[in-house]
C-alpha cells in the first residue's frame, strides 16, 4: 500500500464548535477513521485553552443574558421572578470534568505548549506571516498553527494535515508554515475531506481484510469436503447408481462488509464455487461447476460450523 499522506492530523478550535464540551460528532468519527491507520488525532493545548475561554464565556454571556431578559419584566412580577445560576467556580468546574470525560472518550490526543521563543511569535505578527493580519490581528490562529508545526518539528513528524473550519487559514499560508520548518502540512476545511483523502488507502485495508476472510472461509470448506459431497448428492443426484464427488472449491466470497457495518450480527452469509465430478458406473463421468450459498456464525475470529442452504448448476 502506498504511504500515507500524513502521519498527524491537527485539529482547531473550529472543528470541536459548537458540541465542546460535550463529544462532538465530526471529531469523533475522525478519531475512528484516523485510528485505522494508527494515525494520532492531536488538539494542541493552544486549542484546548481556547476552546475553554470560548465555552466559558458563551456560557456567562447567555446567563448575562437570561438576568437582563429578566429586568425587562414589570416591576410587579420582577420581583416574583428569580435567574438561579452556578458561581463561575461551579461552571469552570463543571465544565474542565465535561472536557477531560469527552477527550478520554475519544481518545484525543494533547500537546502542551512548546518552549519557541516569544520575540519569534513577535516577529511573525509584526511580519505579518500567516494568518497574522494587519496590527497582529489573528493572534490565536497564529499561535493555534504555529504549535501544530512546532509539535511536528519535536517529534519529527514530516507531513501532517491541519483541519479548520477558519477562514483566516489559506491553503497556501498553511504549507509556507509547514515548509518554513521542513514539515509538509496541508489543510482541509472539513472531516469529509480529511475522509475523502484517506478513502483510497481505506478502500485498499478494506480489501485485503476482505481477502483474509474469504481465505480463511475458504480453509474451513475445504476440511467439509465430505459434508458438501453428501449435499450436493442429495441435490442433484436420485440414482443409487450416480455419484459425486467434489473436486476443488473456490471462487468464496463472504458477507465480510456487512459484518462490518453490523458488528453484533454473528451471522455471516458465504458463498463459493466448486468443481465436481459426477461418475456412473462404470465409464460416464461429467464435471460441472456449482454456486452454493450458505452461512456460518464467526466469533473469536473464526467461522464456526458452516450451514449450506442452496446450490445451482452454472
Not at 485505522?36 to 484546548?48: C, Q, W
Request: glycine share 4%; with cysteine.
Amino acid at each position: 500500500m502506498p504511504s500515507l499522506p500524513f502521519q498527524a492530523i491537527f485539529i482547531d478550535t473550529s472543528i470541536c464548535l459548537p458540541a465542546w464540551p460535550q463529544n462532538p460528532g465530526e471529531v469523533e468519527e475522525l478519531i475512528a477513521l484516523a485510528e485505522i491507520f494508527t494515525i494520532p488525532v492531536i488538539a494542541s493545548e493552544a486549542v484546548l485553552l481556547e476552546l475553554r475561554s470560548h465555552c466559558l464565556r458563551d456560557i456567562t454571556e447567555a446567563l448575562g443574558r437570561l438576568e437582563k431578559e429578566r429586568r425587562k419584566l414589570s416591576l410587579f412580577i420582577r420581583e416574583q421572578v428569580a435567574v438561579s445560576a452556578p458561581t463561575i467556580n461551579d461552571i469552570e468546574l463543571a465544565y474542565d470534568l465535561c472536557a477531560a470525560k469527552t477527550r478520554d472518550s475519544l481518545n484525543l490526543q494533547t500537546a502542551p505548549f512548546t518552549s519557541a521563543p516569544l520575540e519569534d511569535l513577535f516577529q511573525d505578527a509584526i511580519n505579518h506571516r500567516h494568518p497574522f493580519a494587519s496590527e497582529g490581528r489573528n493572534f490565536q490562529d497564529a499561535v493555534v498553527l504555529r504549535s501544530a508545526v512546532e509539535i511536528c518539528v519535536e517529534r519529527k513528524i514530516t507531513a501532517a494535515a491541519f483541519i479548520s473550519k477558519d477562514k483566516d487559514y489559506s491553503n497556501q499560508g498553511v504549507t509556507a508554515a509547514g515548509s518554513n520548518a521542513g514539515v509538509s502540512l496541508q489543510l482541509f476545511k472539513s472531516v469529509i475531506a480529511i475522509q475523502e483523502e484517506l478513502w483510497p488507502f481505506l478502500q485498499e485495508l478494506l480489501k485485503k481484510a476482505w481477502e483474509s476472510d474469504n481465505n480463511l472461509a475458504r480453509t474451513k470448506l475445504v476440511g467439509l469436503t465430505n459434508e458438501i459431497e453428501v449435499f450436493l448428492q442429495g441435490r442433484f443426484t436420485s440414482d443409487p447408481l450416480v455419484h459425486l464427488k467434489l473436486i476443488s472449491v473456490g471462487d468464496v466470497v463472504t458477507g465480510y462488509v456487512t459484518r462490518i457495518k453490523t458488528p453484533l450480527t454473528k451471522k455471516t452469509t458465504i458463498s463459493f464455487s466448486a468443481e465436481v465430478r459426477f461418475h456412473q458406473e462404470p465409464f460416464v463421468a461429467i464435471d460441472r461447476n456449482v454456486a452454493i450459498e450458505g452461512w456460518a456464525d464467526f466469533e473469536n475470529g473464526d467461522y464456526g460450523p458452516i450451514t449450506l442452504e442452496s446450490a445451482e448448476l452454472t
